[in-house]
């Protein structure tokens, strides 16, 4: 389930365009949730599905996307990030083994406490979406062709 989930974030914030919801149609929970832990969050947009509402905001400078259940919890955050902030050994081995690629996006995603790297790699007839753990380990996440 957790896998499902990631991936549906993931998805979500890589890449793809959500319509943004009323405001009136976040729960209270969630509401009372993010003021308390983002207090200060400005240009706020909001996303409600039935598994989860997603928050896009500007807290501090710095776009950012919070994911929270029905019961107000935070089950993941997400934020860009450079490349060049990755594991150095994810960086040697994603240069070396996608050197036809070019890097168009890097993001921090924490779900669950568990902080993880998600790098877009594309050339012209492929394009690809690599986890990154904190330890440098390099899978494939997503293939586009």
């Known amino acids: 389930m957790k896998k499902f989930i990631l991936a549906t974030l993931i998805t979500v914030t890589i890449g793809s365009s959500v319509l943004a919801a009323d405001v009136s149609k976040v729960s209270f929970r969630v509401l009372n949730s993010f003021e ?3 207090a200060g969050a ?11 509402t997603k928050v896009k905001f500007m807290l501090e400078g710095e776009k950012l996307e919070a994911f929270f259940n029905g019961n107000g919890d935070v089950i993941g955050t997400s934020r860009k990030t450079e490349f060049k902030r990755l594991p150095l050994t994810a960086i040697q081995k994603i240069k070396k083994a996608y ?34 753990s904190l330890y440098g380990e390099v899978t494939v996440f997503d293939k586009h062709k």
């Open 42 to 52: 400005t240009e706020v947009n909001w996303t409600v599905t039935a598994d989860y």
């Open 99 to 132: 050197s036809k690629y070019q890097v168009t996006e890097t993001i921090e995603f924490e779900l669950y406490g568990e902080r993880k790297y998600y790098v877009s790699v594309e050339n012209e007839s492929d394009r690809k979406i690599l986890e990154v």
């Open 36 to 38: 308390t832990q983002f």
